[in-house]
């Protein structure tokens, strides 16, 4: 049932239109000055307010201005009632944001059809409004679902490239212990000692980012410390020829 908002001062009228809007089935709430209705209005919030424009205290302008400050009332049907049918004053009224008016007196028909036309445009307007944040939603929805789907195809493209790491990372484990038993095979047929070899083994088996060219010193070492070995007894050899007394 639409709650229809009535400000007027004048109590035979306000009456009248309670009476119509009553046997029309419309749910009828009546203030006798701007005041009042201002306080009505934002209490039971009326699907539509009818408004007398000259009132004692505060007109109807000013309870249009002050209605339209409101959030919750700025796009309420507004109809003016008016005994005076000056051009200019309903001019002011509509820039205001009235939506019709009506010319004291006037017939229970003229009430009628000026409050079914405002209501019938204002659930027109509301459904326009209701369509076009579902169109919004609906294209909103239709961009989320794009970007998911791209977002889906480059998990799976990096989980494919995972994989493939995975599989080159294998190959290189791989790689590496082969170089280390060739190593090992090398080492023996150089002469360096075991204890390097075994060391280099070793180090592929702690770390597999173990760096092997750390090992190459003691590599060096083994190889520096058989030079040695060979000189000295190259040099010890030499000596005792030409010292056989000292045997």
């Not at 409101?70 to 004053?89: G, Q, S, V, W, Y």
């Not at 909103?140 to 493939?164: C, F, P």
């Not at 083994?222 to 040695?228: D, G, S």
């Amino acid at each position: 049932m639409y709650k229809v908002l009535t400000i007027e001062d004048e109590e035979g009228v306000r009456s009248n239109i309670q009476e119509i809007l009553e046997l029309s089935g419309f749910d009828p709430i009546v203030a006798c000055n701007g005041e009042e209705g201002i306080e009505l209005a934002c209490k039971y919030q009326p699907h539509l307010i009818i408004c007398d424009l000259m009132m004692p205290k505060l007109d109807g302008y000013d309870v249009l201005k002050r209605l339209r400050k409101e959030e919750k009332m700025a796009t309420t049907p507004f109809i003016f009632l008016t005994a005076k049918a000056d051009r200019a004053a309903l001019r002011q009224g509509m820039e205001l944001g009235a939506d019709d008016y009506l010319t004291k007196p006037f017939t229970p028909d003229e009430l009628l059809k000026a409050i079914n036309i405002r209501l019938a445009k204002q659930e027109f307007q509301v459904e326009k409004i209701r369509k076009s944040s579902l169109y919004e939603v609906e294209c909103l929805r239709k961009k989320l679902m794009t970007q998911w789907q791209q977002l889906n195809r480059t998990w799976h493209r990096a989980q494919r490239g995972i994989i493939s790491l995975n599989g080159e990372i294998g190959r290189v484990q791989r790689d590496r212990r082969n170089i280390s038993l060739l190593l090992y095979l090398a080492s023996s047929f150089a002469g360096i000692s075991f204890f390097s070899v075994w060391f280099l083994f070793l180090s592929d088996r702690w770390s597999n980012s173990s760096p092997h060219y750390l090992l190459i010193p003691y590599i060096a070492t083994e190889q520096h410390c058989l030079q040695e070995n060979e000189r000295v007894w190259e040099h010890n050899a030499c000596w005792e020829l030409e010292n056989p007394a000292h045997f």
